[in-house]
Structure formats: structure tokens, C-alpha cells
């Protein structure tokens, strides 16, 4: 029986993936540079360690990726706080569902945890959910288990009691590796084979979670 829901963040609720990619072109157009769209969806749903492993294979090992990584945010920030924060379709009918049926939320996210508390206040996300950890509050980052196992621990639930929302590749293997069922709602990357198998069900969109649950 489902108990608790483990949310991603990025491009799960929020549609952050896209506007991150046209953050990376602003930023490195300075620079001269570009990234191909097949690029950036390698570096979905990994931490900042697997980030930096392929930017630096990409761009060479001088490639200053802290402070591009600080400009891409800058750049977020000012569409965030000019146009609101940009909510996945189904977010909230789906929270309130949740929320209305006493299940347990806690997003687990590769985002640090001052981006996380930023964003949450800007949308009114903060009332949906029980708890949060965040990428700087863990040891090993997505593929690995640990920040969903940690989730099941902070809700005082078993993982065969847990259900995560995810939409990279890198968030369905962690899943997958925590013995917890994942739901995958893809965005700009569908799942090769290996980690669409992984997945307990893929679905479109978060209103398709909401009417998995009401079905239930």
C-alpha cells in the first residue's frame, strides 16, 4: 500500500529543464560556445559532480563550470521573479489530491538547498509537503539510492510503502536501486530501453498521476 510520495524537482514539477538550457546557451555565447540539445539531456537529473564530469570532457578541464553554473541560476532567477515560477501541467490538482488523502510528500532533488527553499516560496509550493532533502544534504547523488532511501527514513516509511515521481533517467535507476516503484512523466528526455524498464508505469503528465491515484 502507497503511503508517501518522493517528488523530483527539476522538470517533474517545475518546468526548469528547458529554461536551464536556454540559460547555458546565454551563458556560454560569451564565451563563444553553444551546447547541443543531445548534450544537455545527458546532464539531466545527475548532481553537480556528474555535471562537471562531462562539461569538462566537452569544454576541457578549464572550463569554469562553478560560476557558469551560478550565472545559469542568476539567469533563472530574474525569469522567475519577472514571469513566476513555470509549473509542470497537473502539479497542483495533483498535490491537493495528496494532500486531501493524507498521503506523505517529500521532494527529494539533486538542487541545492537554498535554490530549493527559493523556489518553493515563489510558487507557494511549501503547504503540500512534509519534508524535503536536497542535493547538498546527501553523500552520493543520483543514480545512487541514497536521497530516496533518506526520503523513506524522514517519513517513517518503508520503501515498498513509497512511490517516486520521476522524469531522468538518472532518477528512475536511483529509484530502481531503493526497491521503491517510479513512475517516470518524461520531459525534454524519454527513457532509453534499460531505464524505461526500470519504470513501474510512464505517464504524459501529472494529471495522469492523479487519476492513477483516484483509481486506486
Same mark, same amino acid.
Given at each position: 500500500?502507497?503511503?508517501?510520495?518522493?517528488?523530483?524537482? %527539476?522538470?517533474?514539477m &517545475?518546468?526548469?529543464e528547458?529554461?536551464?538550457f536556454e540559460g547555458?546557451? =546565454?551563458?556560454?555565447a560569451?564565451? *563563444? @560556445?553553444?551546447?547541443?540539445?543531445?548534450?544537455y539531456r545527458?546532464?539531466?537529473g545527475k548532481p553537480v559532480?556528474?555535471?562537471?564530469?562531462?562539461i569538462?570532457?566537452?569544454y576541457?578541464?578549464?572550463?569554469?563550470?562553478?560560476?557558469?553554473?551560478?550565472?545559469?541560476?542568476?539567469y533563472?532567477?530574474e525569469?522567475?521573479?519577472?514571469k513566476?515560477?513555470?509549473?509542470?501541467?497537473?502539479l497542483?490538482e495533483?498535490?491537493?489530491?495528496?494532500k486531501e488523502h %493524507?498521503?506523505?510528500t &517529500?521532494?527529494?532533488t539533486s538542487s541545492k538547498?537554498?535554490?530549493?527553499d =527559493?523556489?518553493?516560496?515563489?510558487? *507557494? @509550493?511549501?503547504?503540500?509537503?512534509?519534508?524535503?532533502?536536497c542535493?547538498?544534504e546527501?553523500?552520493?547523488?543520483?543514480?545512487?539510492?541514497?536521497?530516496?532511501?533518506k526520503?523513506c527514513?524522514?517519513?517513517?516509511?518503508k520503501?515498498?510503502?513509497?512511490?517516486?515521481?520521476?522524469?531522468?533517467?538518472?532518477?528512475i535507476?536511483?529509484?530502481?536501486?531503493a526497491a521503491?516503484k517510479v513512475?517516470?512523466?518524461p520531459?525534454?528526455?524519454?527513457?532509453?530501453?534499460?531505464f524505461a524498464?526500470?519504470?513501474?508505469k510512464?505517464?504524459?503528465?501529472?494529471l495522469e498521476?492523479?487519476?492513477?491515484?483516484n483509481? *486506486?
Amino acid at each position: 500500500m502507497i503511503k508517501a510520495v518522493i517528488f523530483d524537482m %527539476d522538470g517533474l514539477m &517545475i518546468d526548469t529543464e528547458r529554461l536551464a538550457f536556454e540559460g547555458y546557451q =546565454h551563458v556560454l555565447a560569451k564565451s *563563444g @560556445l553553444t551546447m547541443s540539445l543531445n548534450f544537455y539531456r545527458k546532464l539531466l537529473g545527475k548532481p553537480v559532480a556528474g555535471i562537471s564530469e562531462l562539461i569538462y570532457k566537452e569544454y576541457g578541464e578549464d572550463f569554469d563550470i562553478k560560476n557558469t553554473i551560478k550565472e545559469i541560476h542568476e539567469y533563472m532567477d530574474e525569469v522567475f521573479e519577472n514571469k513566476g515560477i513555470p509549473l509542470k501541467k497537473g502539479l497542483l490538482e495533483l498535490l491537493r489530491y495528496l494532500k486531501e488523502h %493524507d498521503y506523505k510528500t &517529500i521532494v527529494a532533488t539533486s538542487s541545492k538547498r537554498h535554490r530549493v527553499d =527559493h523556489i518553493f516560496k515563489l510558487a *507557494g @509550493l511549501n503547504p503540500y509537503f512534509d519534508d524535503s532533502i536536497c542535493g547538498d544534504e546527501v553523500v552520493r547523488g543520483k543514480p545512487d539510492p541514497e536521497v530516496f532511501l533518506k526520503s523513506c527514513e524522514k517519513l517513517g516509511v518503508k520503501p515498498s510503502e513509497a512511490l517516486v515521481l520521476e522524469d531522468s533517467e538518472a532518477g528512475i535507476n536511483a529509484a530502481y536501486s531503493a526497491a521503491i516503484k517510479v513512475i517516470c512523466i518524461p520531459d525534454l528526455k524519454y527513457p532509453e530501453p534499460e531505464f524505461a524498464g526500470m519504470a513501474y508505469k510512464i505517464m504524459n503528465d501529472l494529471l495522469e498521476v492523479r487519476d492513477f491515484f483516484n483509481q *486506486g
